[in-house]
């Protein structure tokens, strides 16, 4: 018997002892879906600098390619979110069959309102009406690609805001930002969602038009059904309960979705479920929690790896979230739902505790294992040779962005 089987054969034990039905568990973790950002596998790096990867995707394609590959790897990464302009193309049913014909689709629809000069004070909620123009033509582009890809959710950031008391107007930005997501939401597809991003700051450092949860879910109920919250994981000052957020998000079913990554001190982009493995943990027992409530949630990574490894961050990336996931269905609910109404307090926490304490690898293994997989894909991903066959074919490019250079 392999020393996975032994542990797993003893974590089955382990979990059936505590009334956890483990087949139901091992269900849930198969039908797992994390989507990939195609920013994520080309290069990317801080504002002092990019470390160019020797390999990283120079187009869509490659990032499609190396999207399907984790997908091969991990059977939970079925789709890949899209930026505009970065992934435009001409032909989106060319591109949609090169995504299907390699087992993955098209996912969110990122626009892009600040990178061109004409942003410099803002997109939607710029004071001249002809830069908000602009913006909404943007993203009713996007919306227009959405029918092209099949996708269903545009994710909207905006990196709308001041730095320094006075600049402008909060109120009218404010007005200007209602008037211009309303204008949008007229564009989305049939059965499209709008999902509004919030972060409490950076470029902007004095305000931002969108800094928290709870402008977010004012516009969302402001717009209609079809318009929800995007939490991404880093962009909260530090010490917020996340969890705290995402329960009453999903409860007032206006969770539309996550952008996953790590975060120490702010919005670092590091490997999600790194720097606070816990919180994920506490995120992902709201999810599980909720049941039903929580079944269109899109779980979407977003995130820019500047001196990891591009494929193995994003790989580790996924193997995280599945591991958050795994320790938040072997919490034993109705336990602790007994434990909290009877006010044992360390009795309820201990059964959180006890779940996030587990070891989950071995049914992990498992799961991919029934799939058809490799059982430990960073194991996979350094026996292979798909990252040098690509650091051969593509090359490094040559590193951008940074100050410049004296
Ligand atoms: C940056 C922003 C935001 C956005 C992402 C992709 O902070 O998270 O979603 O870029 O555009 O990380
Ligand atoms: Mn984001
Ligand atoms: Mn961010």
Redesign the pocket.
């Known amino acids: 018997m392999s020393g996975n089987s032994k542990a797993y054969d003893v974590l089955v034990e382990q979990l059936a002892a505590r009334g956890i039905d483990v087949e139901a568990v091992k269900e849930k973790l198969a039908a797992q879906a994390i989507e990939t ?1 195609s ?1 994520g596998y080309g290069d990317s790096g801080t504002r002092y600098k990019v470390f160019s990867w020797a390999g990283a995707a120079r187009n869509v394609y490659e990032k499609l390619d190396d999207a399907a590959y984790i997908q091969r790897l991990t059977g939970v990464a079925p789709s890949m979110a899209i ?1 505009i302009p970065w992934d435009k193309t001409d032909d989106w049913s060319a591109l949609r069959r090169y995504a299907e014909d390699r087992g993955i689709r098209l996912g969110a629809v ?1 626009p ?1 309102v ?1 990178q061109d000069d004409e942003y410099k004070f803002g997109s939607l909620c710029n004071a001249n009406p002809g830069v908000r123009e602009m913006a909404i033509a943007h993203m009713v582009e996007c919306c227009e690609i959405m029918a092209e890809t099949g996708s269903d959710s545009l ?1 909207i ?1 905006l ?1 709308d805001g001041t730095n320094y008391a006075g600049q402008d107007d909060m109120r009218r930005r404010k007005h200007a930002l209602q008037e211009s997501l309303t204008e949008v939401y007229r564009h989305l597809p049939a059965g499209g969602r709008m999902l509004i ?1 919030y ?1 409490f700051f ?1 470029p902007a450092f004095y305000h931002t038009d969108l800094p928290d949860w709870g402008t977010a879910y004012a516009m969302s109920l402001k717009l209609g059904p079809q318009a929800q919250v ?1 939490v ?1 994981t ?2 909260h000052p530090t010490g917020t309960n996340i969890a705290q957020i995402v329960c009453f998000l999903l409860d007032e079913g206006r969770l539309g979705g996550f ?1 996953l ?1 790590g975060r120490k001190y702010a ?1 670092d ?1 590091l490997i999600v479920g790194t720097s606070a493995p816990f919180e994920l943990f506490t995120i992902y027992m709201e999810l599980v929690s909720a049941g039903e409530r929580a079944r269109d949630v899109a779980y979407m990574i ?1 995130q ?1 790896h500047n001196i990891e490894p591009k494929l193995e961050a994003m790989l580790q990336s996924v193997i995280n979230c599945q591991v958050a996931y795994a320790k938040a269905l072997i919490v034993n609910y109705d336990e602790l739902a007994g434990a909290q109404l009877a006010g044992d307090v360390l009795g309820a926490h201990r059964a959180v505790m006890m779940a996030f304490e587990t070891d989950v690898r071995p049914l992990l293994a498992r799961v991919r294992e029934e799939k058809g997989l490799h059982p430990d894909p960073i194991a996979a991903y350094r026996a292979d040779d798909y990252a040098s066959k690509i650091a051969q074919v593509r090359g490094k490019s040559v590193a951008s962005g940074g100050y410049p250079s004296a």
Do not use: Q, Y
């Open positions: 950002p920013w930026h990122n892009n600040f994710s950031w990196a991003e972060k950076e995007l991404d880093g962009h952008h990554n919005d982009d977003d820019s």
